[in-house]
């Protein structure tokens, strides 16, 4: 799932979360990250894994417009299979 250059990142942040958490096995810090009421625990995880980037939130506009055109592209090709096919799908 992750390239080996990543994977010591990801293994080190797993490691300090369940020190911070005072877990002493991975079942324990898996089952409370999986099944904790209210997810504390696992939106501690993704704070960790996550880089603190704000550029995103400043680009939202040009991702919209890149899905928004990659929509028009699929439904372009929906159609043209339609038609080769003789099927209509229906909204």
Do not use: P, W
């Not at 810090?29 to 980037?53: I, P």
């Not at 899905?67 to 372009?76: D, P, Q, S, T």
Request: glycine share 8%; proline share 0%.
């Amino acid at each position: 799932m992750f390239a080996e250059n990543k994977r010591y990142f990801v293994d080190k942040r797993i490691q300090q979360q369940m020190l911070d958490g005072g877990f002493v096995n991975f079942r324990d810090y898996f089952n409370k990250v999986s099944f904790q009421a209210g997810g504390a625990e696992l939106q501690s995880l993704v704070n960790a894994m996550t880089v603190n980037e704000t550029y995103f939130y400043r680009e939202v506009g040009r991702g919209f417009a890149i899905i928004g055109e990659e929509i028009r592209k699929l439904h372009r090709r929906c159609r043209a299979l339609q038609r080769r096919s003789g099927t209509v799908l229906k909204r």
